[in-house]
């Protein structure tokens, strides 16, 4: 009979570090980039991982989709998740749901 020698370390493999949590917030283009501008989606992307909290500003225009950090960038496909999601509802998410659960008495 072999005799496994030592011990076989468990090896905890973390799936992907921390896992990132998004919040988008539909943002106005014309107020954002003027009446001039193409663009017809504007997002704002909250990106939080941890304690790190990064933002991105998405767009959508004639060219498509894109991200202030480029058009490869996470929050892209986040967004355009979420539109799919929503346009399908007909509905789209509330400007800012963070006042939202305030209570009356
Ligand atoms: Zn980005």
């Not at 921390?18 to 009446?35: F, Q, T, V």
């Not at 933002?55 to 929050?75: I, S």
């Amino acid at each position: 009979m072999k005799q496994l020698r030592g011990r076989l370390k468990a090896k905890k493999l973390k799936p992907t570090g921390a896992l990132a949590s998004y919040h988008l917030e539909p943002l106005d283009p014309w107020l954002m980039c003027g009446p001039d501008t193409t663009v017809t989606e504007l997002w704002k992307v909250r990106e939080r991982r941890e304690r790190d909290i990064q933002y991105h500003l998405v767009y959508f225009d004639r060219y498509g989709w894109y991200c202030e950090h480029g058009a490869g960038c996470k929050a892209v496909a986040e967004v355009r998740r979420v539109v799919r999601a929503t346009s399908a509802n007909g509905t789209r998410p509330k400007s800012s749901g963070k006042a939202r659960a305030r209570k009356r008495k």
